[in-house]
């Protein structure tokens, strides 16, 4: 089931209001003390935010994906800290799960993630290889039935919150690919050890830093999917979450350029509104022209994933793009602002420090470069 596309425009547009009403006013308080305050996180869930395109049955709301990348786009235009967590159950911590995980699982961990009941994490970085999946260097091995996990996981989100963390181990190094295997572990498991960060220097909000596992010890009912199987779960959750960060990269901009139009008409220098300058003027155009464009392809991708696609291209594409194009908007934005744009008193320092951040997760767009170039090449296959 989903919902239809009436109920679907009317749910983007309640997320907005939400949003300018109750996180606007308070997200600079939250951003600077470093924590998201939970009471807005419940009136979310209670309005349904978190359900995305999780199935009805399973305890979402069953959007389609391009009304699911609005919804994500219209709460980030405010923070995209919380359209991170709107985006969450649909892509990097529940989408794996969605498609690989057992009834057991799907019921205990998928249904309260999509209702908003409880968080979770994605542990997948690792301090040395990065966001080569296939390079990690934590290991597991079998212990009977079960599995023994040791390593490290680094810029892990909501240490703070999650119940529980979607992760991966290798059984030998050298299988590459084919040693991962994806697992299910409860934030009380004994030998875990969360590890925050803290005075970041953008996604301030979000409790993020080491999750290190000292001989993990899980149940079969841990594991997701199949043993040496747990790329394409990774795959899986990466590539939706991917279409959550170009989502949440539009809204930023969007909310960028929202400030600096605003801002140059208000600003007098010279006798004259700073708008009818032609350098403002040409910033705003290619701020402008950037932003529709990145939305253009964010639809791209969602569409793609709607008709069952892998969209390993697209979603590399739309993130790439529109986290550079929320960082030029936000740079020109500041660069408008003067030295007013390095004050509190405005919202464009933090969208800058957040935009910066937005290039970095999800794949470094130095690795998103590299991606297309091979896949349009024919080096890297595209499935």
């Keep these: 089931m989903v919902i239809d596309a009436q109920a679907g425009t009317e749910l983007v547009a309640l997320a907005g209001d939400f949003a300018r009403r109750e996180i606007a006013p308070r997200v600079e ?52 800290i919380m ?6 159950p649909s892509g990097l911590v529940g989408a794996g799960i969605a498609r690989f995980g057992t009834p057991e699982q799907k019921e205990r961990w998928l249904r309260p993630l999509a ?35 040791n390593g490290t996981k680094a810029w892990i989100s909501n240490l703070d919150i999650a119940e529980f963390f979607l992760s991966f181990a290798t059984i030998d190094r050298s299988l590459r690919h084919g040693g991962v295997t994806a697992f299910l572990i409860p934030r009380d498991t004994p030998g875990l050890g969360l590890h925050p960060y803290k005075d970041k220097l953008g996604f301030r909000p979000i409790c993020t830093g080491e999750v290190v596992f000292d001989d993990v010890r899980l149940g079969p009912e841990a594991l ?34 929202d400030e600096a139009v605003s801002y140059a008409k208000e ?18 155009t290619d701020m402008e022209v950037g932003v529709h464009t990145a939305r253009l392809l964010v639809a791209d991708a969602a569409q793609a994933l709607e008709r069952g696609e892998r969209a390993r291209r697209l979603t ?21 602002h003067g030295a007013y744009g ?34 349009a090449l024919g080096i890297r296959a595209e499935s």
Excluded at 242 to 257: K, M, T
């Design 342 to 375: 390095v004050s509190p008193e405005y919202p464009i320092g933090r969208l800058f420090r957040d935009a910066k951040v937005l290039q970095i997760v999800e794949g470094s767009n130095d690795l998103h470069r590299a991606l297309i170039g091979e896949m």
């Design 267 to 284: 600003r007098i220098a010279f006798g004259h509104p700073i708008a009818q300058f032609q350098i403002v003027q040409s910033k705003v």
């Design 115 to 149: 209702q908003g009941r409880i968080f979770g994490g994605s542990a997948v970085t690792e301090p040395q290889s990065g966001s080569d999946v296939a390079g990690m260097q934590t290991t597991y091995k079998k212990d009977g039935e079960g599995f023994v996990l």
């Design 29 to 80: 308080e939250y951003d600077r003390n470093e924590r998201i305050p939970r009471d807005l996180l419940d009136r979310m869930a209670d309005l349904g935010f978190f359900g995305g395109v999780v199935p009805v049955e399973l305890g979402g709301l069953g959007l389609d994906h391009m009304t699911f990348a609005a919804l994500v786009e219209e709460v980030s235009k405010v923070c995209q």
């Design 224 to 257: 997701v999917g199949e043993e040496g199987r747990g790329f394409e779960v990774a795959m899986t959750a990466v590539e939706r979450g991917r279409l959550g960060v170009a989502a949440r990269s539009v809204g930023l901009a969007q909310a960028a350029l």
């Design 83 to 88: 359209g991170t967590l709107v985006s969450m």
């Design 316 to 336: 590399s594409m739309a993130k790439m793009y529109a986290s550079d194009v929320a960082f030029r908007t936000a740079a020109d934005a500041l660069q408008i």
